[in-house]
């Protein structure tokens, strides 16, 4: 006991550490969590090839489209949609098609598809989502990642 007859521990002491903790645990756990929700991704450690050619990216802004040439109808709607921003459409099955005015087919290695995948966790063919450049060959994803339901409406898509 202290010489006035006080705990040195008193409630609000004891308070004021727990809600000041508390508070710490939060702040970490907020910006961890808005750090985590949209992915980078490094075009020199993800290499991705157009035909024969290393792809290299020169837009600020790209529409990734991670879809399956096993659907036929993908690649040609793909080809003749026209959006705000070049669309690169990365294909699961590596199939080699010519690129158009907008878009860029890409095809990769088992390992960097896999990675690819991993990192932005698809789980859904076609999907679609936006990335902008922030230096060099280092894009930020910079939408939400969803299911391209219906490849009709692909031109009226809003990112």
């Given at each position: 006991?202290?010489?006035?007859?006080?705990?040195?521990?008193?409630?609000?002491?004891?308070l004021?550490?727990?809600f000041?903790?508390?508070?710490?645990?939060?702040?970490?756990?907020?910006?961890?969590?808005?750090?985590?929700?949209?992915?980078?991704?490094?075009?020199?450690?993800?290499?991705?090839?157009?035909?024969?050619?290393?792809?290299?990216?020169?837009?600020?802004?790209?529409?990734?489209?991670?879809?399956?040439?096993?659907?036929?109808?993908?690649?040609?709607?793909?080809s003749?949609?026209?959006?705000n921003?070049?669309?690169i459409?990365?294909?699961?099955?590596?199939?080699?098609?010519?690129?158009?005015?907008?878009?860029?087919?890409?095809?990769?290695?088992?390992?960097?598809?896999?990675?690819?995948?991993?990192?932005?966790?698809?789980?859904?063919?076609?999907?679609?989502?936006?990335?902008?450049?922030?230096?060099?060959?280092?894009?930020?994803?910079?939408?939400?990642?969803?299911?391209?339901?219906?490849?009709?409406?692909?031109?009226?898509?809003?990112?």
């Amino acid at each position: 006991m202290s010489p006035r007859g006080k705990s040195l521990f008193s409630l609000s002491t004891l308070l004021a550490s727990f809600f000041g903790a508390a508070m710490v645990a939060a702040a970490f756990a907020y910006f961890n969590y808005k750090f985590s929700e949209y992915k980078f991704i490094d075009f020199k450690e993800f290499v991705f090839y157009e035909q024969r050619d290393i792809f290299i990216p020169n837009e600020d802004v790209y529409i990734v489209v991670f879809y399956s040439s096993k659907e036929r109808e993908v690649p040609k709607l793909l080809s003749q949609t026209k959006l705000n921003h070049k669309i690169i459409a990365i294909d699961y099955y590596n199939e080699a098609f010519e690129n158009t005015q907008n878009t860029i087919f890409l095809r990769s290695g088992t390992k960097t598809s896999l990675g690819f995948i991993q990192r932005f966790n698809i789980y859904e063919s076609p999907s679609i989502f936006l990335i902008k450049k922030t230096k060099e060959q280092i894009y930020k994803q910079d939408s939400m990642i969803r299911k391209l339901d219906n490849l009709n409406e692909l031109s009226a898509i809003d990112l």
